[in-house]
């Protein structure tokens, strides 16, 4: 399965900025991939937190990892977190 992977960025409450990829099947629509996006959010920072083109774009395309295909199977998308999640 090839997947596109999506660099997005969020601003915590706190201050600061979260760093997260979207990671979706290859032919995912980009309104999908945002709401995908919105909703991470709003289970990892409880509340509704903006998510645009300004703070999501396309990365690349890749050969999916397995650890990824089970959870974009199950869920429609996977979050791979990168920066400032605690």
């Not at 660099?7 to 995908?36: C, P, S, W």
């Not at 509340?47 to 199977?73: M, Y």
């Amino acid at each position: 399965m090839e997947v596109a992977i999506f660099d997005a960025y969020a601003q915590k409450k706190q201050g600061g900025y979260m760093h997260f990829n979207i990671i979706v099947a290859a032919d995912t629509q980009y309104e999908r991939v945002l709401h995908f996006g919105k909703e991470y959010l709003q289970s990892k920072l409880k509340g509704t937190h903006p998510l645009s083109a300004r703070e999501c774009r396309f990365c690349h395309t890749q050969e999916v990892i397995p650890a990824w295909e089970k959870a974009i199977l199950q869920y429609g998308y996977y979050i791979y977190e990168k920066k400032n999640f605690a």
